[in-house]
Nanobody, 114 residues
């Protein structure tokens, strides 16, 4: 049974930083690409960042490039999203997802506001 548990969200001022974590279980973590998505109120869920399984190659949405960093620790079955220079438009629920599996976690709320 696939389980994905996101954590690390919260309220932060514009320009601040947060580090999200996603603890995964129930599948062979190291062999899957992992993604971070986000969904803001009234908007569709969008792909934020991807990291491949073996090589750890990364890709980012243009809106977060240069501010967010995705990383993974295959020994801990965990994927991270370091978010710097946060903006109000980054406010959303953030979800992690294994690339080719249909499972989602419960998400973690990120609110950027002064």
């Amino acid at each position: 049974q696939v389980q994905l548990v996101e954590s690390g969200g919260g309220l932060v001022q514009p320009g601040g930083s947060l580090r999200l974590s996603c603890a995964a279980s129930g599948f062979t973590f190291s062999t899957y690409d992992m993604m971070w998505y986000r969904q803001a109120p009234g908007k569709e869920r969008e792909l934020v960042a991807t990291i491949t399984g073996f090589l750890g190659s990364t890709n980012y949405a243009d809106s977060v490039k240069g501010r967010f960093t995705i990383s993974r620790d295959n020994a801990k079955n965990t994927v991270y999203l370091q978010m710097n220079r946060l903006k109000a438009e980054d406010t959303a629920v953030y979800y992690c997802k294994p690339g080719s599996l249909p499972d989602w976690g419960q998400g973690t709320q990120v609110t950027v506001s002064s």
